[in-house]
């Protein structure tokens, strides 16, 4: 089935405009959520997959979690005051949990569209997005790595290979729905966690976090980082400050998503820390995020780490400029006018990234207040998706942090 599902897929990629017809749901990956069916709980939740093609990556809020399982029947009433679909199926033949055929094909795609259509992707996006997917996406890098040996590297030593034994049963009826969910089904898949999403927090919280402590099982402790972001409650902000700090690339990354919806001070200083780290590949996602997290601060961290990393790394940097630009003051957004003259060269070092930068560079002019770049955003307006990158590569590339811009250029009227 997958065999099959590739073939087409890779037949689709020699005409960009159909690989991705279908735009993917919200994190480094909203697009696969889209592509596997996922409805409006994941419409704003999951890392991102490369801001270059849709791009969809929108910060989680508060209603990103609604009507969550809320098809079930109800059978058998609870002491925690739930209704599950079924009794508790503690087997583990589904352990370890693997993406379904939808998901891997679209993220075998992704891969697929780098090596076709390198000017559209950025791969050190997409490999801390398949981190960020964990467990599942070490097949896809492994499916890719003759033709992106350093993808494929990359993903698969992040991702490592899932305990052998199956979880044990843990004390508690509520307890051992939980764990099997963690343990059984991706958290990629439509059907993740819905019913716990129908959970008060004072029932589902403990039992995560608890599951995050013991680090028993490494498949269970990710998807339970995970669930995180679905919980609003400003408890979850200290556990996954500390859990930036793990050695597990995966559950560092499921942290980082989580955190971008509370706009974390403290986060966005320990990301913009890491722009000046050795992981080349990590500072796109410290970007990203820290354009999601909004803090000013991070300006002056962002533009130093532009200037000395090169064509690629802008390729990351100023969309997260552009969306910090209009959150500073007026003498802010005067300084980074001066400080994306010293960006323009960089831009002029890759043909072949030249006019995509060099548009963003405009759009985030125009959001720093630049008369003249405003005036040229609104005089095109809206792109729409129908774009074809064969004959506008530019237009293609940038139509997320483009369209995400002139709606801030011309916000609704107050009612």
């Given at each position: 089935m997958r065999t099959i599902t590739l073939l087409v897929g890779a037949a689709l990629l020699s005409a960009p405009r159909d690989f991705d017809a279908k735009p993917l749901p919200g994190s480094p990956l909203d697009s696969l959520?889209?592509?596997?069916?996922?409805?409006?709980?994941?419409?704003?939740?999951?890392?991102?997959?490369?801001?270059?093609?849709?791009?969809?990556?929108?910060p989680l809020t508060s209603d990103a979690v609604t009507h969550a399982g809320s098809s079930l029947k109800k059978k058998t009433a609870r002491p925690w005051g739930e209704a599950l679909p079924k009794p508790v199926d503690w087997?583990?033949?589904?352990?370890?949990?693997?993406?379904?055929?939808?998901?891997?094909?679209?993220?075998?795609?992704?891969?697929?569209?780098?090596?076709?259509?390198?000017?559209?992707?950025?791969?050190?996006?997409?490999?801390?997005?398949?981190?960020?997917?964990?467990?599942?996406?070490?097949?896809?890098?492994?499916?890719?790595?003759?033709?992106?040996?350093?993808?494929?590297?990359?993903?698969?030593?992040?991702?490592?290979?899932?305990?052998?034994?199956?979880?044990?049963?843990?004390?508690?009826?509520?307890?051992?729905?939980?764990?099997?969910?963690?343990?059984?089904?991706?958290?990629?898949?439509?059907?993740?966690?819905?019913?716990?999403?129908?959970?008060?927090?004072?029932?589902?919280?403990?039992?995560?976090?608890?599951?995050?402590?013991?680090?028993?099982?490494?498949?269970?402790?990710?998807?339970?980082?995970?669930?995180?972001?679905?919980?609003?409650?400003?408890?979850?902000?200290?556990?996954?400050?500390?859990?930036?700090?793990?050695?597990?690339?995966?559950?560092?990354?499921?942290?980082?998503?989580?955190?971008?919806?509370?706009?974390?001070?403290?986060?966005?200083?320990?990301?913009?820390?890491?722009?000046?780290?050795?992981?080349?590949?990590?500072?796109?996602?410290?970007?990203?995020?820290?354009?999601?997290?909004?803090?000013?601060?991070?300006?002056?961290?962002?533009?130093?780490?532009?200037?000395?990393?090169?064509?690629?790394?802008?390729?990351?940097?100023?969309?997260?400029?552009?969306?910090?630009?209009?959150?500073?003051?007026?003498?802010?957004?005067?300084?980074?006018?001066?400080?994306?003259?010293?960006?323009?060269?960089?831009?002029?070092?890759?043909?072949?990234?030249?006019?995509?930068?060099?548009?963003?560079?405009?759009?985030?002019?125009?959001?720093?207040?630049?008369?003249?770049?405003?005036?040229?955003?609104?005089?095109?307006?809206?792109?729409?998706?129908?774009?074809?990158?064969?004959?506008?590569?530019?237009?293609?590339?940038?139509?997320?942090?483009?369209n995400e811009t002139i709606e801030v250029l011309s916000p609704e009227p107050k009612k």
């Amino acid at each position: 089935m997958r065999t099959i599902t590739l073939l087409v897929g890779a037949a689709l990629l020699s005409a960009p405009r159909d690989f991705d017809a279908k735009p993917l749901p919200g994190s480094p990956l909203d697009s696969l959520k889209r592509a596997s069916g996922v409805g409006p709980r994941y419409s704003s939740q999951l890392l991102p997959l490369p801001s270059t093609l849709l791009g969809a990556i929108q910060p989680l809020t508060s209603d990103a979690v609604t009507h969550a399982g809320s098809s079930l029947k109800k059978k058998t009433a609870r002491p925690w005051g739930e209704a599950l679909p079924k009794p508790v199926d503690w087997d583990m033949k589904a352990y370890p949990p693997t993406l379904s055929d939808d998901v891997y094909a679209y993220a075998m795609l992704r891969c697929m569209a780098i090596t076709l259509h390198k000017s559209q992707m950025s791969e050190a996006e997409l490999i801390e997005a398949m981190i960020e997917m964990g467990d599942g996406a070490s097949d896809v890098a492994c499916a890719a790595k003759s033709e992106l040996p350093t993808l494929a590297k990359a993903v698969a030593e992040a991702i490592g290979t899932p305990p052998r034994d199956a979880p044990a049963k843990p004390e508690g009826e509520l307890a051992a729905f939980i764990v099997a969910e963690l343990a059984t089904v991706s958290p990629y898949e439509p059907a993740f966690g819905r019913w716990m999403t129908q959970l008060r927090n004072d029932q589902i919280l403990p039992i995560l976090l608890a599951i995050i402590e013991a680090k028993e099982n490494l498949v269970v402790t990710r998807n339970a980082v995970f669930m995180l972001r679905c919980i609003q409650d400003p408890k979850v902000v200290p556990v996954l400050r500390d859990l930036l700090k793990s050695n597990d690339k995966v559950i560092r990354n499921r942290a980082i998503v989580a955190l971008v919806g509370w706009e974390d001070e403290k986060t966005a200083e320990w990301l913009a820390e890491r722009l000046a780290g050795d992981d080349v590949t990590f500072r796109t996602m410290a970007a990203w995020a820290l354009g999601k997290i909004g803090s000013p601060k991070s300006l002056t961290a962002l533009i130093e780490a532009a200037v000395k990393g090169g064509p690629e790394f802008l390729w990351s940097a100023l969309p997260a400029i552009a969306r910090l630009a209009d959150k500073t003051d007026a003498a802010g957004r005067k300084q980074l006018l001066v400080d994306l003259t010293r960006l323009a060269p960089i831009a002029q070092k890759d043909d072949r990234l030249r006019a995509i930068l060099e548009e963003r560079q405009r759009i985030a002019a125009a959001r720093a207040g630049d008369a003249d770049a405003i005036a040229w955003m609104r005089k095109l307006g809206v792109r729409t998706l129908d774009v074809d990158p064969k004959k506008s590569l530019v237009q293609y590339a940038n139509i997320e942090l483009f369209n995400e811009t002139i709606e801030v250029l011309s916000p609704e009227p107050k009612k």
